[in-house]
């Protein structure tokens, strides 16, 4: 059960940590009254984010307790999708799901039960323990969680197996920052005192990106490429480094592997090339190369706006060459930085685990619409969704709703709110959040590791992810006796094989990576691929990649669908979560010379669409995206847009070039005036 609180006090302020997918890991006070949040503040504890916090997570009480909270387990009455549920007791709720998982895996084989969940609280404890167990022992399709991140990851881990990054505070050291398809105005919001502070001690700032974002308008230059078009730039500036003598070749010689096939893909891109792909003109790409190529220390932030593409992972590897061969690593302020979640492969998954993973099938999170539909070697016979929201975030949306339509499907929903996905299900199991169960939480932008207790009590009959799987391996009869159930014994688990971390959580509640918390690229911490060179062009990632690691791929735009629709974060969900919380309609927003020649003015209600879908909601005409490029909030629920479609709805569900990741951005779309 959830620990309920009791406490003499009737207001305690409460140390809490944020796990949301943020890369910033937020340390918290929370105030807390007769066991309920009433406010929540940021604490000092993690010396990155410094006592303050995003207003997205301040909104938390409101999803606590507001409107929409999913409070009791509830079936589906009446027809799928219309939103008419029962409500039932837990040990009903249970038995049920029990029976229609143990019922397709004796009918169709364990293959037939697909467990879809995403990291949507980013906790350690709230997926991959009791959750994977279950599923392993099922025989269950596996999940390949590839909406987010897995281009990028896979470049790192491939040129440098997944060496710590520059940390975040010590770009107050660097002289050029780069913020390359990342937008920490709104996604990463403790960087940007940094990068003020920075600036006012000289350092210059490069944004790429195709919006004029805020930060775009502090940038000394600001590159507004045409979506998926930063491996051309990225390699037009290797081409250059090498051309005129300004790469380092005795770092090269000492530390890489791969610099001559690289100079060799990079060749044919001369910045004129580069330019007519990009649409950025040929002087400002020589500019920023310049400017790289003569300033030290230099750092690249590097996101995930940046991968969503066909070329994603190719234009990762290509970024992240750049300090390499342009010499930039061995003082602090001076590498790059992606994603740090790989600081922590100390944490035992498989102590917490007690299974391994089985040979099963592997599905792909972003076709999940074809597969609901398609699958016959099994069919999906029950789905069963935690974490994620898939009929707001997964791309081809008509195929995943139309999908989870089936009535031959049975979807279990495990959810903290009514989201647009619980309202497809067959039963709906309420969730408590991390103010309500006990976490375990790392930053992937931070470098921390927080263990954060339960602060109040759950709402209504809420119930911890860890708990509800360990009672569903009881009632199908595959739990074994000692394994760890608990949020202690599994969090102890974790910590088993790493006993620095695992004194320092029980000293302070949190704990630093073993590089510590402000490493040095090539001073504290080298690449951890196998030989500890960087891999320029690794032979894996060569094989996968369709045109070879480096290989452009053209735009998929058509005389049809010209524009291209990027959906990149807003500061008012974390990808959907918090959405419910706001009523009003989104908008397109889109460059004067396209609105002009299509007669759309200001506050006109539009037609977006494609042979994906359409979405219909007013359009804002703006200078802030590039000419070419119309822009929609990620995380949009249906409630957000006049035709209650999102710009998934237009995604495809191709593949990026490395790790079968989603091209949100490579959405190809023409808008004209609603009739
Ligand atoms: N407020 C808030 N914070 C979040 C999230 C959220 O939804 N809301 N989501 C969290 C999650 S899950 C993630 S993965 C991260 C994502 O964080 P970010 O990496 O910031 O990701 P995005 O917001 O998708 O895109 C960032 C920027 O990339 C630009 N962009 C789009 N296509 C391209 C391109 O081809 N090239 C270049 N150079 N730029 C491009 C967009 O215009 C956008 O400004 O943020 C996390 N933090
Ligand atoms: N168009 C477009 N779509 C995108 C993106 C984009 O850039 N453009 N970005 C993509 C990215 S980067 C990401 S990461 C994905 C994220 O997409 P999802 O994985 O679907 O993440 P969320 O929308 O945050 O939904 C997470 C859900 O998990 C629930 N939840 C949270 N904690 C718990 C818990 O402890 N237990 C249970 N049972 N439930 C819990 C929350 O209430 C929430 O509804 O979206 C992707 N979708
Ligand atoms: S979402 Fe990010 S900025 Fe907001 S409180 Fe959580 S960690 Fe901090
Ligand atoms: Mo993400």
């Known amino acids: 059960m959830a620990q309920p609180l009791r406490s003499p006090a009737a207001l305690q302020i409460l140390p809490s940590a944020c796990p949301m997918d943020c890369p910033d890991a937020c340390s918290l006070d929370v105030q807390v009254e007769d066991g309920r949040v009433v406010k929540v503040d940021g604490s000092r504890v993690n010396p990155y984010t410094q006592g303050y916090i995003c207003s997205k997570v301040r909104r938390f009480p409101d999803l606590l307790y507001g409107e929409g909270r999913l409070l009791y387990p509830a079936v589906r009455r009446g027809a799928k999708g219309e939103g008419g549920f029962a409500r039932i007791s837990w040990n009903e709720a249970l038995d049920l799901a029990a029976a229609k998982l143990r019922a397709a895996r004796e009918r169709l084989g364990g ?69 390359w398809g990342v937008n920490p105005s709104t996604t990463g919001i403790h960087l940007i005192p940094v990068l003020q502070e ?152 498989p102590a917490a685990l007690c299974e391994q993973e089985p040979a099963t099938r592997i599905l792909n999170m972003n076709r999940l619409g074809r597969d609901l539909l398609e699958r016959q070697d099994p069919p999906v016979a029950v789905l069963f969704v ?51 169960h006990e976490e375990m939480s790392r930053g992937y932008g931070s470098m921390i590791l927080h263990r954060s207790p339960a602060v109040a009590e759950a709402a209504g009959e809420a119930r911890p992810n860890y708990e509800v799987f360990a009672d569903l391996c009881r009632r199908l009869g595959l739990a074994r006796p000692g394994e ?48 500890g060179k960087i891999h320029l062009v690794p032979e894996a990632l060569d094989r996968e990649a369709p045109l070879g690691l480096y290989g452009f791929q053209d735009d998929p735009a058509t005389r049809a669908y010209p524009l291209a629709l990027i959906s990149p974060a807003t500061n008012r969900t974390i990808s959907s979560t918090l959405g419910h919380l706001y009523k009003g309609i989104a908008t397109l927003e889109m460059h004067p010379q396209d609105a002009g020649p299509r007669g759309l003015r200001t506050g006109d209600t539009v037609r977006v669409w494609n042979d994906l879908g ?7 005409v703006s200078p802030d995206v590039r000419p070419g490029v119309v822009f929609l909030p990620k995380g949009l629920w249906s409630r957000h847009t006049l035709s209650g479609t999102t710009a998934n709805a237009l995604a495809p569900d191709t593949f990026t070039d490395l790790g079968g990741g989603a091209c949100f951005n490579d959405a190809r779309v023409q808008v004209e005036l609603s009739p």
């Open 198 to 349: 920075a600036q006012r001690r000289g350092a210059k700032l490069v944004v790429i990106d195709p919006r004029r974002t805020q930060l775009a308008r502090k940038a000394d230059l600001h590159l507004a490429p045409r979506p998926g078009t930063d491996l051309p730039i990225a390699l037009a500036v290797i081409r250059w480094l090498f051309e005129t003598g300004r790469a380092d070749l005795a770092f090269l010689a000492q530390h890489a592997h791969g610099a001559d096939e690289l100079r060799a893909r990079a060749l044919p891109w001369t910045f004129e090339r580069a330019a007519a792909v990009s649409g950025v003109p040929a002087e400002d790409l020589e500019r920023f190369a310049r400017l790289y190529a003569e300033t030290s220390p230099a750092v690249l932030r590097i996101g995930w706006g940046f991968e969503r593409n066909r070329n994603g992972g190719s234009a990762a590897a290509a970024a992240l060459a750049l300090p390499a061969v342009a010499g930039k690593f061995g003082v602090r302020g001076g590498g790059y930085t992606m994603s740090n979640s790989g600081l922590w492969g100390a944490l035992d998954r």
């Open 614 to 620: 359409e979405v219909r909601v007013p359009v804002r």
């Open 484 to 531: 760890p159930e608990t949020a202690a014994a599994l969090g102890d688990a974790l910590l088993a094989g790493a006993p620095r971390l695992r004194a320092a959580i029980e000293r302070d509640g949190f704990a630093y990576p073993d590089s510590g918390w402000a490493p040095i690229q090539f001073v504290d911490a080298f690449p951890l691929t196998p030989d």
């Open 111 to 179: 293959e037939s039960i697909l467990p879809f969940s995403d990291g949507g609280s980013n906790g350690l404890l709230t997926q991959d323990t009791t959750d994977a167990r279950l599923f392993y022992r099922l025989g269950a399709s596996r999940l390949a969680r590839t909406v987010c991140s897995v281009p990028t990851s896979m470049a790192a881990a491939g040129l440098y197996g997944k060496m710590a990054g520059v940390a975040l505070p010590d770009y107050i050291h660097s002289r050029l920052i780069g913020v």
């Open 386 to 436: 935690y974490n994620c929201n898939p009929a707001a975030t997964l791309p081809n949306q008509e195929m995943v709703l139309r999908g989870l339509r089936r009535e031959d499907l049975f979807t279990i929903v495990f959810e903290q709110v009514w989201t647009d996905t619980a309202r497809w299900a067959d039963l709906v199991l309420p969730a408590t959040t991390f103010f309500e």
